[in-house]
């Protein structure tokens, strides 16, 4: 970790019941580097053991959510274990991707890893300026988003020959629907908040700045609620979303 970013992910809660958890890199828009991907599967890890947290906020700092992957980190690994071959995939991501499955706790710290842990909490992402690429494909594994009119929504790894390697391509369609969603992963367009909101992308837009009050806002509405049967109910929905209804496997998406 270097010593200009001493707090990557940010992790608060309290005694009502909401979790508020923060990636701090706000001069690299808050790019996940391999070190930010392990503090942040750790926060949702502490999240999910925690019982008297109910609703998970995951933000940005600095007025961004998230614009992916940092493909800084991605350019600077020059090892042999990290260099295409020709016969594979070019990006680094890839090598820790297509592993076999296995337990979240078992991978390595350069993964992705927030996108395995489905928590039987509910979450929402406040999101301003960008949540495109990976920020995109993280927004996704929560419940409900939350914009202000300065978001931007994109798989933006388009214009690079980067995919989707994190749900994007399952969540999306399943969020906005085969059309919106191939619209929008093929072309690499960006979609603000406005339409965002009209294709069901986001849940609500709000202010600039607001995003984050917002969704303390819903958040205090559901941890008020009798939590089993909500629990039961979200759970069930995103089996549906996801799988068709078919249980098991929800760790790997």
């Not at 701090?24 to 828009?29: E, G, L, Q, S």
């Not at 594979?88 to 499955?101: I, M, N, T, Y």
């Not at 509910?122 to 300026?129: D, I, L, R, V």
């Amino acid at each position: 970790m270097a010593p200009s970013e001493p707090s990557l992910v940010l992790h608060s809660t309290s005694p009502e019941g909401i979790t508020i958890i923060t990636l701090n890199r706000p001069h690299v828009r808050n790019a996940v580097n391999s070190a930010t991907a392990s503090l942040l599967a750790a926060a949702f890890r502490a999240f999910d053991a925690d019982a008297t947290q109910k609703v998970c906020i995951l933000t940005g700092a600095g007025g961004a959510f998230c614009a992916g992957y940092d493909l800084h980190e991605v350019a600077s690994q020059t090892t042999t274990e990290n260099k295409p071959t020709g016969t594979e995939p070019s990006h680094a991501l890839f090598k820790l991707r297509l592993c076999a499955p296995r337990p979240l706790q078992t991978r390595p710290p350069a993964r992705w890893a927030p996108r395995a842990c489905f928590s039987p909490n509910p979450s929402s992402p406040p999101s301003a300026g960008p949540a495109v690429a990976g920020g995109l494909e993280l927004s996704l594994l929560a419940d409900m988003r939350v914009a202000d009119t300065t978001a931007i929504f994109g798989v933006f790894c388009r214009r690079w020959g980067v995919p989707l390697i994190d749900g994007g391509t399952v969540r999306l369609p399943a969020v906005v629907g085969l059309g919106r969603a191939m619209d929008m992963i093929l072309t690499g367009r960006p979609v603000d908040a406005r339409e965002a909101l009209a294709m069901g992308l986001v849940n609500r837009v709000v202010d600039e700045g607001l995003a984050l009050e917002e969704a303390l806002r819903i958040a205090r509405g559901l941890v008020r609620f009798p939590q089993l049967c909500m629990r039961a109910d979200r759970a069930l929905g995103v089996l549906c979303r996801l799988w068709g209804g078919r249980p098991g496997g929800c760790t790997e998406v």
